[in-house]
T-cell receptor, first 115, second 109 residues
Framework: IAGITQAPTSQILAAGRRMTLRCTQD?????MYWYRQDLGLGLRLIHY???????GKGEVPDGYSVSRANTDDFPLTLASAVPSQTSVYFC??????????????FGPGTRLTVL | GQNIDQPTEMTATEGAIVQINCTYQ??????LFWYQQHAGEAPTFLSY??LDGLEEKGRFSSFLSRSKGYSYLLLKELQMKDSASYLC??????????WGAGTKLIIKP
């Protein structure tokens, strides 16, 4: 693994189904993030984790949950998918949260369609 | 509320220079980032500014004026591979990134 991986690459899901998007990084970064990206809108933060064992809510957390059991993995779960959750989902990581200059590194994204 | 504004789309000619502007209003300021995103791909880091002035990195330069809440990304000697979206993002007082919607740059030969 080099950097951040996400799985699946794309998924078509029936409304009401449960879905977990996987994210794994091998850079030993402390902080991890989940964003969604929709046409005409900026990246919007769903949930974040400053360090293993802690999580926080971002701008658009409703309908999503996360866990951070270890440093490397940060799965995002949709408990009961709805069509408005159709989007491209990006996972990102950074070495530190409380450092202004730390850039975020992004995974390749998961394209999710909820029908 | 927090707001990042940048033009939706710009067109430029191969070999020319283009300036992409970004204005922001955020709760606190801990730096401004520019990212490049090719269609269907992930954003990748281009530049970071926290002090006023110009940061130059090869063909790309980024400028910041904190008093004006303003930044620009300057791309010189444009190449076809520079066709992409350019995302402006500000790190707020909670060290969270607030993102603009991005500027789609179209390069014509």
């Amino acid at each position: 693994i080099a950097g951040i991986t996400q799985a699946p690459t794309s998924q078509i899901l029936a409304a009401g189904r449960r879905m977990t998007l996987r994210c794994t990084q091998d850079m030993r970064h402390n902080a991890m993030y989940w964003y969604r990206q929709d046409l005409g809108l900026g990246l919007r933060l769903i949930h974040y984790s400053n360090t293993a064992g802690t999580t926080g809510k971002g701008e658009v957390p409703d309908g999503y949950s996360v866990s951070r059991a270890n440093t490397d993995d940060f799965p995002l779960t949709l408990a009961s998918a709805v069509p408005s959750q159709t989007s491209v989902y990006f996972c990102a990581s950074s070495d530190s949260v409380a450092s202004g200059m730390d850039e975020q590194f992004f995974g390749p994204g998961t394209r999710l369609t909820v029908l | 509320g927090q707001n990042i504004d940048q033009p939706t789309e710009m067109t430029a000619t191969e070999g020319a220079i283009v300036q992409i502007n970004c204005t922001y209003q955020t709760s606190g300021f801990n730096g401004l980032f520019w990212y490049q995103q090719h269609a269907g791909e992930a954003p990748t880091f281009l530049s970071y500014n926290v002090l006023d002035g110009l940061e130059e990195k090869g063909r790309f330069s980024s400028f910041l004026s904190r008093s004006k809440g303003y930044s620009y990304l300057l791309l010189k000697e444009l190449q076809m591979k520079d066709s992409a979206s350019y995302l402006c993002a500000v790190k707020d007082s909670n060290y969270q990134l607030i993102w603009g919607a991005g500027t789609k740059l179209i390069i014509k030969p």
